[in-house]
């Protein structure tokens, strides 16, 4: 088991993780494959691209997730896109927003590079795109990434 920690969040990486499901922890992972036409709200991935996706639901707290597709293009460029909304008592006393910490891992489940936490806008209780297109990795990390995993938070 190793133990990845990043601006004060420690993210346990490994034993815990199940390939493609979610964990008690609130961590997912999932394998790379090559990218279709791409995901919703970003721009289509350029040739060679790879994608994680996570089209089940997942709940967390007052926050729904769902449809979730990272695309890891050659050059390095990242996007992000999801439906995300906010379920419950949350939506009386004010909005939440839905963040997530991205880990891309080697075939041995070693992270390679990390985004802290980005997170979506407020959520309502409507189901909502959330759509980054402006990250990245750097490039020469692209070949080694055979998996991406998150940890979200709401």
């Known amino acids: 088991m ?13 034993a815990f993780m199940v390939q493609g499901g ?3 922890d609130g961590t997912t992972r ?9 995901a919703v709200g970003v ?6 691209a790879k994608c994680a996706t996570w089209p089940a639901e997942v709940g967390l707290n007052s926050c729904r997730i769902s449809d979730v597709t990272v695309t890891i293009n050659p050059g390095g460029k990242v996007s992000w896109s999801a439906v995300v909304q906010q379920v ?3 939506n009386v006393f004010g909005g939440d927003a839905y963040c997530t910490s991205l880990f891309f891992l080697d075939q041995n489940g070693t992270p390679v590079f990390s985004f802290p936490r980005i997170c979506s806008g407020t959520l309502s209780n409507e ?3 959330w759509a ?3 990250l990245g990795v750097p ?3 692209f070949g080694s990434i055979t998996a991406v995993s998150r940890a979200d938070h709401c």
């Open 2 to 14: 190793k133990m990845l920690s990043s601006m004060g969040l420690a993210v346990v990486l490994g």
């Open 22 to 24: 979610h964990t008690a």
């Open 30 to 38: 999932t394998a790379v494959a090559p990218c279709g036409s791409g």
């Open 43 to 48: 721009p289509p991935p350029d040739a060679g």
């Open 88 to 90: 419950g008592p949350g």
């Open 127 to 129: 189901n909502v795109r």
């Open 132 to 134: 980054r297109s402006n």
């Open 139 to 141: 490039a020469l990390f």
